[in-house]
């Protein structure tokens, strides 16, 4: 693109200019040579000053950047930038960016910059134009110029890294989660009625035959192929909480992106719902969808109100039966109480799995030995809260709700097995 620019536009002398302007001070201070010659010796340097200006003004810069229409979230990838101008003794290039966006690095000298560019929060946002500084001839002036439009960038949690896990999982191995077993279940059509085995679930026991026959029997269903998975994500006040440099709901879709490829992948159709105050979000199950999941929920921001469990479980509750997956989060007491005054009645018809991200703030509280009154405070709090948690975890798995608690780094891979284990263990 080429810019011209009028030369008081962001025109501006070098530091060389400066400093020759106050050597001219020095002389003319400490030495008799009259004013005369000082005065000559200004107007020389100034007269420099604006040939350089004026110069490097109409250099007619050209240039070019890199496109980054689409990032994973803090995954940085190449960028580049680079400038040809005209009758000009050096450049530096700049990058601004938004609060959102990193750029690494965002300004260098010469006519071209390489760097990466990563977000840092997810959402859509603009790159600003660039700009080139160009330095006259003599070094004395300089002028900036505008490169380029501003352009629309994609920050999206980090798809790439949940399908290397998916390719890991289905060469039968991976870091996170080592050696798993292959997808099997008990399904959910029913097929036939049989002797009660040890093994079996409690819930599978039919009774009337049991009471019929005089011996314990059991239903026996074959294995559903066609799996829903209905991702349920908690946009409430409680996930706007930092984990890190991020929030409880940066973690929670970035694991949500983990396991809705591995459910891809596993060849089930995949939902997802969102919700606060109430539901404002909702994506029916299908298949191939872990990738529209994604881009239908990574903009969502944490709100201010309460989470009302009850009616995000009643929208849940009209698909059929299904693996539900709850993103929240499970420190405050009160909001607890909510979740297991609805939780309820979710799990009398789907296989509930609940995910949320460790505190690692409240463990270094409890872990650390205190040095005065407040550290003591300071402890004591965060072991309520711990035990309030704990109570919380206690009552869900009580009911038959599966929980998945784990570090940020490891929920997603953490959430993945807790799904493969409740589909083989409901057949669901």
């Given at each position: 693109?080429?810019?011209?620019?009028?030369?008081?536009?962001?025109?501006?002398?070098?530091?060389?200019?400066?400093?020759?302007?106050?050597?001219?001070?020095?002389?003319?201070?400490?030495?008799?040579?009259?004013?005369?010659?000082?005065?000559?010796?200004?107007?020389?340097?100034?007269?420099?000053?604006?040939?350089?200006?004026?110069?490097?003004?109409?250099?007619?810069?050209?240039?070019?950047r890199s496109t980054v229409p689409t990032l994973a979230q803090r995954v940085p990838v190449p960028m580049s930038l680079s400038v040809e101008l005209l009758a000009t003794s050096s450049v530096r290039l700049r990058q601004p960016v938004p609060p959102e966006i990193a750029v690494q690095p965002d300004e260098q000298a010469g006519r071209a910059l390489s760097g990466t560019i990563a977000g840092r929060h997810?959402?859509?946002?603009?790159?600003?134009?660039?700009?080139?500084?160009?330095?006259?001839?003599?070094g004395l002036g300089s002028a900036d110029h505008v490169l380029g439009a501003p352009e629309e960038v994609t920050v999206l949690p980090d798809l790439p890294k949940a399908r290397r896990l998916a390719a890991a999982r289905r060469r039968g191995r991976s870091v996170e989660e080592g050696r798993i077993r292959s997808r099997a279940g008990i399904g959910t059509e029913f097929e036939?009625?049989?002797?009660?085995?040890?093994?079996?679930?409690?819930?599978r026991i039919n009774w009337a035959a049991t009471a019929r026959i005089g011996r314990p029997m059991a239903n026996q269903f074959r294995v559903e192929e066609n799996r829903d998975l209905v991702c349920v994500v908690d946009t409430g006040r409680l996930m706007a909480s930092p984990v890190g440099p991020v929030t409880r709901l940066d973690v929670a879709l970035d694991a949500l992106a983990t396991l809705v490829v591995a459910a891809e992948d596993a060849g089930d159709r995949v939902g997802a719902m969102a919700f606060a105050g109430s539901v404002f979000r909702q994506l029916a199950p299908r298949r191939q969808a872990?990738?529209?999941?994604?881009?239908?929920?990574?903009?969502?921001?944490?709100?201010?109100?309460?989470?009302?469990?009850?009616?995000?479980?009643?929208?849940?509750?009209r698909h059929r039966r299904a693996v539900v997956a709850l993103f929240t989060d499970l420190v405050d007491?009160?909001?607890?109480?909510?979740?297991?005054?609805?939780?309820?009645?979710?799990?009398?018809?789907?296989?509930?799995?609940?995910?949320?991200?460790?505190?690692?703030?409240?463990?270094?509280?409890?872990?650390?030995?205190?040095?005065?009154?407040?550290?003591?405070?300071?402890?004591?709090?965060a072991l309520d809260l711990l035990r309030s948690r704990d109570r919380t975890v206690a009552l869900l798995r009580s009911m038959g709700i599966a929980v998945v608690e784990d570090r940020a780094d490891r929920l997603g891979p953490a959430a993945v097995r807790a799904y493969l284990a409740l589909t083989q263990r409901y057949g669901v």
């Open positions: 693109m080429d810019v011209r620019r009028p030369f008081w536009r962001g025109a501006r002398p070098t530091r060389w200019a400066a400093a020759g302007f106050a050597l001219i001070a020095v002389v003319t201070v400490t030495l008799p040579v009259g004013v005369l010659l000082p005065t000559l010796a200004a107007a020389a340097v100034a007269g420099c000053v604006v040939v350089d200006v004026v110069v490097a003004t109409r250099a007619r810069p050209a240039g070019r997810r959402g859509v946002h603009v790159l600003p134009p660039w700009a080139a500084r160009a330095t006259g001839p003599l036939t009625i049989r002797d009660y085995a040890p093994d079996d679930d409690v819930r872990a990738e529209p999941v994604v881009r239908a929920l990574f903009d969502l921001e944490p709100t201010e109100v309460e989470s009302d469990y009850e009616r995000a479980f009643l929208a849940v509750g007491e009160a909001a607890s109480r909510s979740l297991l005054a609805a939780a309820g009645m979710l799990a009398r018809r789907h296989a509930v799995l609940v995910v949320t991200c460790r505190d690692p703030d409240l463990a270094a509280a409890v872990a650390a030995e205190p040095s005065d009154a407040r550290g003591v405070l300071r402890a004591a709090v």
